[in-house]
């Protein structure tokens, strides 16, 4: 009797219905967007949240000039591949300035195709770079990347990208200069969002900038190749304010 009691707890734990808290997330299948907010309970926000990202851009709702100023500075390259992303960290000395508030960079990463889109339409990449203020909240600035010429920046980042999953490490002797990835006027979308990974938290300031930047097309396939399709779903609005660049 007791043995049979054991053999059916072992089938239950064993049955997949049980075994969504072992299922990694990821871009697809059980493990894709749609499952996020149930595959554990700390992830439920990408289920329930009503400010979730990304958005789409044309879905803006009022106009106005936010006043955007990155104060961007070169450091040595220290890069990982989390198995999701490719991801530059960098070290204290790069900020961003929105609205009078001052966000220092963290780290910048990338997404292929963009999450971010316009009336549906993708790029065919995004960088985001991750900034924190003084209390910890995040802000975020996106950059589209269009086909186009070469970025000296993103070759280095290339060259150096871990083809899989790799704790961060410097590149001796490489510095890259993040001022290089974003365009020269910052005209922003801003808006409030979420992380577009889990666990999706929310009350991240984003900001998208206006113009674009170009890579080359064997750069875009590169970074492709080695992130596969790593974009989030575009998220509902739920009412949000979505302030569009008002020149
Ligand atoms: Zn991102």
Not at 9 to 22: K, M, Q
């Amino acid at each position: 009797m007791n043995f049979l009691k054991f053999g059916a707890v072992v089938l239950l734990a064993a049955s997949p219905s049980f075994a969504s808290g072992d299922v990694h997330w990821s871009y697809s299948g059980p493990g894709g967007p749609e499952h996020w907010g149930d595959l554990k309970p700390e992830f439920a926000t990408c289920r329930t949240g009503k400010m979730q990202s990304p958005i789409d851009l044309a879905q803006a709702n009022t106009a106005g000039q936010i006043p955007v100023r990155a104060d961007y500075k070169a450091a040595p390259l220290t890069i990982l591949n989390n198995g999701h992303t490719v991801q530059v960290n960098f070290p204290a000395g790069s900020s961003m300035t929105s609205a009078g508030r001052e966000f220092y960079l963290v780290q910048v990463h990338f997404h292929t195709p963009s999450e971010e889109a316009t009336n549906g339409k993708r790029f065919p990449m995004v960088a985001h770079f991750v900034h924190k203020d003084a209390n910890g909240a995040l802000g975020v600035l996106g950059v589209m990347f269009e086909e186009g010429a070469p970025n000296s920046e993103l070759a280095k980042i290339i060259a150096a990208a871990p083809k899989h999953e790799k704790a961060a490490a410097p590149v001796a002797g490489v510095t890259i200069n993040p001022a290089d990835l974003i365009p020269s006027t910052l005209n922003v979308y801003r808006f409030q969002g979420s992380l577009t990974t889990p666990p999706c938290s929310e009350g991240v300031n984003w900001h998208v900038a206006q113009s674009t930047v170009t890579a080359s097309a064997d750069q875009l396939r590169a970074m492709a190749t080695i992130m596969g399709n790593n974009a989030r779903p575009l998220q509902a609005l739920d009412g949000r304010l979505v302030v569009a660049p008002a020149n």
